[in-house]
């Protein structure tokens, strides 16, 4: 359920691809990194957005003793990363082991105490679904804007359904409450976002797809883990194999659990002997809590306040590293944008500006920081700071956001990271994929030529780097 990809596997779902592709539109690398936190991912939300090459039902390759599975066919093309273990070659040869893979990890799964009749039951007549390979290693050309984004997610709809399921389980979010400190509207806010309250989770079986990364493709080691993780909760009978359906990577139910996730934060809300977070609003309410509040909620706080940043601000400060006291914040001119004052002037808090100058500023605090453990991508955690707000009632923004502006094409962004490399900003290597250290070269760049420092990638930006 948690924490899927820095740049990642959205969808690993839809939203969650989407939203790291945002602000950090995503690389095959860090699909894997954001698998490898554990997943959060709205089901096939946007399954357009990130698709991968069309498919060629020729160059299909069944698994051994079974058809092709999934919605669409593999591909039979090399995987976009260049990873040795992404060649079309490399996946053939892996998909015909796969058989041989999946029995080598009985002894491992022994290890964990699952039964051998159980191993042989749950591993029965699966087959490898190559399709995963496809979406493993998918770049998108075009990416989202954070105002798209917010449009899509934090809508009319999807707050009046949040509004009904906070209705209809206000005993279990009251007991939650008092038992985790966190907040409802937190909870209700990554289960829409996630799977707009349960109904699209995603369909693939999750084993057979935790299976099929287990045994071909670049992360097997991580999601070996994932696999028998999720025999254990089978084993132990806390949900059904036909409850266990989610995502391409695995993260299944209304917040998408990854297996090891679930082992980590699910607990039994109701006191029944299971954890089901798929079918039991208690386990699942309270197996979010309780996620949340141990990576950190602190109770009684927000997440963040949009903020009026004065004109001529040194945007080089807006850095998730460079915290602050929302005191000495003040005293550079930033202010809430309600005009109304800040509750706690001593809290530290650090300045994000998602759409650089040209758009409202956010100060984010400890409880932000949590939810991007959930999922690091700061879009994503915005996206559900802000729904909460408005369940609880809150208004849109107030500041506009820079609708003027298009998203650079991934095309566009590889050739500004080859036109900073020239001008001496950029040392990574270019692969149209915007992190940390591309934001950087940025800043510096548009500081070097006296505009503001905010590292937003604009077409303006562009232009001036080429010259023109």
Avoid at 2 to 20: D, P, Y
Avoid at 114 to 140: C, H, K, V, W, Y
Avoid at 223 to 241: M, T, Y
Wanted: proline content about 6%; overall charge neutral.
């Amino acid at each position: 359920m948690r924490q899927l990809v820095t740049a990642v596997t959205l969808s690993l779902t839809g939203a969650t691809m989407l939203a790291a592709a945002l602000l950090f539109p995503m690389s095959a690398q860090a699909q894997g990194q954001q698998a490898q936190q554990g997943q959060n991912s709205l089901s096939n939300l946007f399954s357009g957005i990130f698709s991968g090459p069309n498919p060629a039902p020729s160059q299909a390759a069944p698994g051994p003793g079974g058809a092709q599975t999934g919605a669409q066919p593999w591909s039979g093309e090399d995987g976009a990363s260049g990873h040795p273990l992404m060649t079309a070659a490399a996946i053939r040869e892996a998909a015909g082991n796969f058989d041989n893979c999946v029995a080598g990890m009985w002894p491992d799964a022994a290890r964990r105490n699952i039964t051998q009749e159980n191993f042989q039951r749950f591993t029965a007549g699966l087959s490898p679904d190559l399709r995963i390979m496809d979406l493993m290693d998918s770049q998108p050309e075009f990416s989202k804007s954070i105002w798209d984004y917010l449009d899509i997610l934090v809508n009319d709809n999807r707050l009046a359904k949040g509004k009904e399921v906070l209705a209809r389980y206000k005993a279990q979010f009251d007991a939650t409450e008092k038992a985790y400190g966190v907040d409802r509207y937190i909870i209700a806010a990554i289960w829409g976002i996630e799977s707009n309250y349960s109904t699209q989770m995603g369909d693939r079986s999750v084993l057979q797809s935790t299976a099929t990364l287990a045994c071909v493709g670049r992360r097997q080691a991580y999601f070996k883990d994932e696999f028998l993780s999720a025999l254990e909760i089978l084993n132990r009978g806390d949900l059904r194999p036909e409850q266990m359906r989610g995502s391409w990577a695995g993260a299944f139910g209304p917040t998408q659990f990854m297996p090891t996730a679930f082992k980590r934060f699910a607990v039994d809300g109701d006191g029944d002997g299971r954890r089901d977070v798929v079918d039991n609003a208690s386990d699942l309410i309270a197996s979010t809590a309780n996620n949340l509040k141990k990576d950190g909620w602190q109770s009684g706080q927000t997440w963040g306040f949009e903020v009026l940043v004065p004109e001529g601000f040194n945007y080089m400060l807006a850095d998730r590293a460079k915290a602050m006291t929302i005191a000495q914040w003040e005293k550079l001119g930033l202010k809430r944008a309600t005009n109304q004052p800040f509750p706690h002037p001593a809290e530290k808090a650090y300045l994000l500006a998602p759409a650089g100058a040209q758009g409202p500023g956010f100060l984010m605090l400890q409880n932000f920081r949590v939810i991007m453990k959930y999922n690091p991508a700061e879009a994503y955690a915005m996206a559900i700071g802000h729904f909460a707000d408005r369940l609880r009632g809150g208004q849109p923004f107030v500041q506009p956001w820079p609708r003027q502006e298009r998203e650079l094409s991934r095309t566009e962004r590889l050739e500004l990271q080859q036109l900073l490399v020239q001008r001496g900003f950029y040392k990574g290597t270019p692969d149209g994929q915007f992190g940390g250290q591309t934001r950087d070269a940025l800043r510096n760049f548009q500081a070097s030529i006296g505009a503001p420092a905010d590292g937003f990638a604009s077409s303006d930006v562009l232009d001036r780097l080429r010259g023109r």
